[in-house]
């Protein structure tokens, strides 16, 4: 029971991935082939790359989370996948550089044109579709038992470029690209660009019925290559999550092309949802062939230690990502409009007083030098001198103090530099 | 909690590029390790001129912390993709060491994953919430970051220290069991200098290097009340921090000494275990002893033991077979502490000018020294890291597991090598032409976007 709960966390975070960090990647899609639409491509590039700002980040940290969850609580699992499936981990490191990369880059040259900001943007388009295509495949090559117990034991190529796991890498990038452009969609109704809503809604729209159409053909595609994943699809409790993924999938195509974008999200997360915890029923209980996910689970100790881990991580996570969603979503973070006087809006409360008169009293500034000096005596005394650990602690916070104190006294004079 | 071994240790893996991957290991370190740096200590300095604009109103002020959020947000985002490259080659790379040890030390890396999280939503939130949040807010705002990158490098140098000094778990078969996570990490005796000494390290190398910025601007000529500004706050986190380190170096020195005598004889030299030893300043280890070094009659026992006539261990406790290379470790060692050294006394030469004379230093040659101290603080950054990494091999799980029983068995190494060297020369490019461009940005447009 125990053994079994980290495995929820991964799965947990690879839908929060898949679908967080998945529009993201989308965005880099439809960067790449910003054409078809009525509004320009250009105009189109902007609206993606600026979406994106300030949520790739986080999003991007649910990768960490299921790597750190997986080698503290799966270790030996992970050893083995990360050894066969080596290759397309590699292509997805080397994607998620440029990536990152790229986006810092373009962000700093906001005016920017030419052949060098031309670069980087393609570069930016190239690896967020290079990205989840690498991942996924990975995932393909685990499901069909690909990934042998040990280091390095299966086959460094086939485990990866197999015909489920391809299959499995271009659903990931056409559902990005739908995501995205759900997304998107919403985003441009919020800031009225009506243009771009309605090409954000074709876009979604066609790519949704892609990525349902590779849906259909990857469980064909199942059936032939992979017996045992087919069967644990289509029978028990990874048929009925198939049937809700379907259903869930419809549905969001039905809410797209009503303009419902905010619940096609919604349900399109479910879709995702389910088809990954229908992957888990598949091939539950084993996590890779011949390891259980029982028998992979590191000690209790262990797995209780990542349980409490989690759990007050959640307590900061949740309200924290809730903070960050509502103020993007509400448009609290959207780039100030070019004709809006930003800087004098936002004046801060206390009125500029003439910077002499704030000035310190001398007998306070006297006492923090006092008080910065004891501290250092105190603080080096402890540390050379002493050895209990709680006289060591002292020792460093009576540094911290001193540290502190003279930083303040010393880097901002009252006659301000 | 005692470490207990039953059993064999594993054997070494067939891979003939195990030197290539610690080569690429160490690169990606050494790219992330100065980002980290920024991340510990930049937010706070953020902040702080923030704070001064709010309690002056005087604008400088929201400059500085305008354009240092900017700067903050790209070292973050290239910190983000730097440091996931570390954690897929830490599974690419040492699967083995994942598979036998991942049950003690993974925790330290599920935790930094939360403070990672907290980081990235609210610089986010930081970086775009200028004029868009009230002051108070976005002040507010920034105060997560500050404190999750400071229990980000908490976590991760936890598990570091394990790796130097493994508590925590039974040895069976070559693999850890009864793992107890907790106490392995937190209640490490050896951990606790190793971070406080990086901690203060980021203060050092941050403040240098954003220092070094306005020192070049100054002899450059530029020298408004914008530049005075923000080297007074980057140079004084600096100049506070890198005279404590001397105290806190030491201290980790002393740990060194008690806990890995043999990494502590590879940066000394020291080849027989040796009463009343004595500190060798620069020179060559022959294989025996220093050579043409400048050599302190009792200073090593004195360092390392507070007492003349103490014994220090040499290299001799342990078969060649299990001694790091000497003289790269002790280069590395006594390039930090020879920085280190220069950096404690320019930083009391600028506290005593502040302090006295209530002014910045005019001398040209200071200007000179603060922009030099900027990549020699990255330099000594480095060699610190080189100390305790390459005076820790063989072995990658302290006196446990050796590297090359860790390695993959894949062969992608050099391809993932030559791959890696090609990006992160890009990716150096790229950040030249980005400071670059970043010196050249008008003061107005910061204030206006």
């Known amino acids: 029971m125990l053994a079994d709960v980290p495995i929820v966390f991964v799965l947990i975070g690879i839908t929060a991935y898949t679908v967080l960090s998945g529009a993201d990647f ?350 250092l005596v105190a603080g080096v005394g402890l540390l050379v001198f002493a050895s209990p650990a709680w006289a060591i602690a002292i020792g460093v916070l009576a540094l911290l103090a001193c540290a502190v104190t003279v930083f303040a006294l010393t880097a901002a004079p009252e006659d301000g530099a | 909690m005692g470490l207990s071994l039953v059993g064999a240790s594993p054997a070494p893996v067939n891979q003939q590029y195990l030197f290539e991957a610690r080569q690429m290991q160490a690169l990606s370190l050494s790219v992330h390790i100065p980002l980290v740096c920024f991340g510990i200590a930049f937010p706070a300095l953020v902040l702080f001129a923030e704070w001064r604009y709010l309690r002056t109103g005087d604008p400088v002020y929201r400059t500085v912390a305008r354009r240092w959020s900017r700067i903050m947000l790209a070292l973050f985002a290239v910190g983000v993709v730097t440091g996931t490259i570390l954690s897929f080659e830490l599974g690419l790379l040492w699967p083995v060491w994942m598979q036998d040890f991942g049950n003690v030390f993974g925790l330290g890396f599920t935790l930094e994953g939360f403070s990672f999280f907290v980081e990235a939503i609210f610089i986010g939130i930081y970086a775009y ?81 954003m220092a070094g910025a306005y020192a070049w601007a100054f002899l450059r000529g530029r020298w408004g009340r914008y530049e005075r500004t923000a080297l007074r706050i980057s140079l004084t986190a600096a100049a506070v921090a890198a005279p404590l380190e001397v105290v806190v170096g030491d201290w980790a020195a002393r740990d060194v000494a008690q806990y890995q005598p043999v990494k502590l004889a590879a940066m000394e030299g020291l080849a027989q275990t040796t009463r009343g030893a004595a500190e060798h300043l620069l020179g060559w280890y022959n294989g025996h002893a220093v050579v043409w070094g400048i050599e302190i009659p009792k200073l090593l026992s004195l360092l390392a033991f507070h007492n003349p006539n103490a014994t220090v261990k040499g290299l001799d406790i342990v078969p060649l077979a299990d001694q790091p290379p000497v003289n790269v470790v002790r280069f590395a060692f006594q390039t930090m502490v020879g920085i280190g050294t220069l950096f404690a006394l320019l930083s009391l030469f600028y506290l005593y000018i502040s302090l006295r004379r209530r002014r910045l230093p005019n001398a040209r040659w200071f200007y000179w020294a603060v922009l030099l101290a900027g990549p020699l603080s990255v330099v000594a950054l480095i060699a610190g890291w080189i100390t305790t990494e390459v005076g820790r091999q063989p072995w990658i799980v302290y006196d446990v597991m050796r590297v090359d029983a860790s390695v993959t068995g894949a062969h992608i190494i050099p391809f993932g090598y030559g791959a890696l060297c090609l990006v992160y020369l890009g990716l150096a490019g790229a950040v030249v032409w980005l400071l670059r461009r970043f010196s050249r940005i008008p003061l107005e447009d910061d204030d206006a976007g």
């Open chain 1, 26 to 375: 989308g965005a880099g899609l439809w960067m790449l082939i910003p054409g078809g639409g009525q509004a320009s491509a250009a105009a189109t590039r902007d609206d993606t790359r600026h979406a994106i700002g300030p949520v790739w980040e986080a999003n991007h940290v649910w990768l960490i989370f299921v790597l750190t969850v997986m080698w503290t609580c799966y270790p030996v699992a992970f050893g083995s996948i990360v050894s066969t499936l080596a290759v397309p981990l590699l292509i997805a490191a080397i994607g998620i550089i440029f990536r990152g990369t790229t986006y810092a880059l373009r962000s700093q040259l906001e005016r920017g044109e030419g052949r060098g900001v031309a670069l980087v943007e393609n570069l930016f388009a190239l690896s967020s579709v290079l990205t989840p295509f690498a991942l996924a495949t990975v995932v393909g090559g685990i499901a069909t038992g690909r990934v042998p117990v040990g280091n390095a034991r299966g086959n460094i190529i086939t485990s990866w470029l197999n015909p489920v796991s391809i299959m499995a890498g271009v659903l990931a990038v056409a559902f990005s690209g739908y995501l995205a452009a759900v997304y998107l969609a919403a985003d441009a109704r919020r800031l009225s660009e009506r243009t771009l809503m309605r090409d954000f809604r074709h876009r979604a729209l066609l790519s949704g019925v892609a990525a349902g159409a590779l849906a259909l053909a990857g469980l064909l595609v199942v059936r032939a290559e992979a017996g045992t994943l087919w069967h644990g699809l289509t029978t028990g409790a990874g048929l009925v999550l198939v049937i809700l993924s379907g259903l869930a999938g419809v549905m969001t195509l039905v809410l797209v092309w009503r303009g419902y974008f905010g619940l096609a999200r919604a349900s399109a997360a479910l879709a995702v949802a389910a088809v990954i915890a229908g992957w888990a029923a598949a091939q539950e209980p084993l996590l890779l062939p011949g390891l259980t996910v029982r028998a992979a689970a590191a000690g209790r100790a262990t797995l209780i230690a990542t349980i409490i881990g989690v759990a007050v991580g959640a307590a900061v996570l949740v309200p924290s990502l809730g903070l960050l969603y509502t103020l993007v979503l509400r448009g609290r973070l959207d780039a100030a409009a070019s004709d809006e006087p930003a800087a004098p809006a936002a004046v801060p409360g206390p009125v500029v007083v003439p910077v002499a008169r704030r000035a310190a009293s001398v007998p306070g500034t006297r006492l923090a030098w006092a008080f910065a000096g004891v501290s």
């Open chain 2, 129 to 209: 919430g200028w004029d868009r949040l009230r002051p108070g807010l976005h002040f507010a705002s920034g105060l997560p970051i500050a404190l999750a990158g400071i229990s980000g490098s908490f976590f991760v140098i936890s598990v570091n220290a394990w790796m130097n000094h493994p508590t925590g778990f039974t040895l069976r078969d070559g693999r850890a069991v009864d793992a107890h996570p907790w106490s392995a990490l937190f209640a490490n005796p050896f951990f606790y200098a190793e971070y406080v000494h990086m901690y203060f390290a980021g203060y050092i190398v941050c403040g240098f290097l």
